[in-house]
């Protein structure tokens, strides 16, 4: 398998490219934020062919590129219902205006072609099984998108915001809920194999196990269960 990532925009957002080789169909993760030239010099350098774009939530640091993507390549966009205002109205996901000085040009509105995901389903796209799980808390329609090990390759997940290395997505924005993440990491993460890969919205890869073991909020999930917020004692990693 092949995953192709890196960071693009003010945020350093993740942007990843997903496909069982080089040279063979792809799927594009979170094309944000500057992100459409990093996604072009990747689709050549592997001879890659883009047929979708899944979206792990609707903030303007992940979905920032895909008007362009999804147009170059003439390609569907994946978002969960409950985020997808946020592509067409990126100002009312965050509650405040967006400084033109920083974001520069954007594209806002809709690809031509918008379908929904929902918790639990199975997209088999480019030859490849990707289990979706809404995950709210960071936005309401936060998902995570794993794929099962194969072969040699362990199971990955892609967290989106919600798990990060050694912390978790901030709740502060509208949308955000302190107790439904708490609640989302346990449903979604805890569950996972040790040996998880997981490749996050913001900042390094991880593991599960390394986050069940170091992660203060994963841990505290594991010892009680949800009952405590975030809030500010969360790193604030891109939006």
Known sequence: MLVAGFPAGAWGTNCYLVAPAAGEECVIIDPGHQAAEGVEEAVAKHRLKPVAVILTHGHIDHVASVVPVCGAHDVPAWIHPADRYMMSDPEKGIGQTIGAPLMGELTVGEPDDVKELSDGAALRLAGLEFTVAH??????????????????VPPVLFSGDL????????????????????????????????????????GPQTTIGTERATNPFLRQVAAAGPGGGVGDAAPRRGM
């Open 163 to 202: 798990l990060f290395a050694g912390s978790v997505g901030r709740t502060d924005l509208p949308g955000g809920d302190s107790e439904e993440i708490l609640g989302s990491l346990a449903r979604v993460c805890l569950p996972l194999e040790d040996e998880t890969v997981v490749l996050a919205g913001h």
């Open 135 to 152: 995950a709210p808390g960071h936005t309401k329609g936060s998902v995570t998108f794993r794929m099962p090990e194969k072969a040699d």
